[in-house]
């Protein structure tokens, strides 16, 4: 299965049959926040990125985009400290 075939986030049955353990198990680790996930009404949704993190970085494939994204985040970041500091200067110089 290739990353764009693969789903992003997995209910608690199929991640169950991913790491091998039952539903119920799954759920329990999810109340206990032993696995992130996200509730929408009564279903809950564990993400690949935390699927991968589970199984030791079971997806090669979402490493590299999981690695973008913290860039992409840290960029950002550098940005907002950089105007911040910016506007800093321009109120000492001012």
Known sequence: M?????PLFY???EAAK???V????VRN??????IE??????K???????LSRLQGGAFPADEALTSRNENADTIRELRR?????QRLLAELDG
């Open 81 to 85: 400290v950089l105007a911040e500091a």
């Open 44 to 50: 809950i949704l564990i993400s690949k990125a935390e």
């Open 18 to 20: 991913l790491l091998n």
């Open 29 to 34: 680790l999810v109340e206990r926040g032993d």
């Open 11 to 13: 209910s608690t049955a």
């Open 2 to 6: 290739t990353l764009a075939e693969s």
């Open 22 to 25: 039952s539903s119920q198990h």
């Open 37 to 42: 996930a996200r509730r929408f009404g009564r």
